[in-house]
């Protein structure tokens, strides 16, 4: 199993980030998917979760309304999209396939001025 993510950066206030997750090793379509975040000095928190065939969603309260997240099984790849960006949200993004307890390395956002 390997999930690699991308698409992390620094960015302003109220700016929009696209995150991407590439996944192998596994059948993707039959798994549902999660981005967690890590902030300095804080624990890692579900962020946002989606069902194998992209159904259901879930947002963790402090996101709802600003960020997305989808999948596209055919590519095998879930995304995050990232609107109205505070800078709480800074933090290293990590996609995780609960099935298999397995997590990415993670990409760092940053939300400063």
């Known amino acids: 199993v390997q999930l690699v993510e991308s698409g992390g950066g620094l960015v302003q206030p109220g700016g929009s980030l696209r995150l991407s997750c590439a996944a192998s090793?596994?059948?993707?379509?039959?798994?549902?998917m999660s981005w967690y975040r890590q902030a300095p000095g804080k624990e890692r928190e579900l962020v946002a979760a989606?069902?194998?065939?992209?159904?259901?969603?879930n947002y963790a309260d402090s996101v709802k309304g600003r960020f997305t997240i989808s999948r596209d099984n055919a590519k095998k790849t879930v995304y995050l999209q990232m609107n109205s960006l505070k800078p709480e949200d800074t933090a290293v993004y990590h996609c995780?396939?609960?099935?298999?307890?397995?997590w990415g390395q993670g990409t760092q956002v940053t939300v400063s001025s």
């Open positions: 995780y396939v609960g099935r298999f307890r397995s």
């Open positions: 989606i069902t194998s065939a992209g159904g259901v969603t």
């Open positions: 090793g596994f059948t993707f379509s039959s798994y549902g």
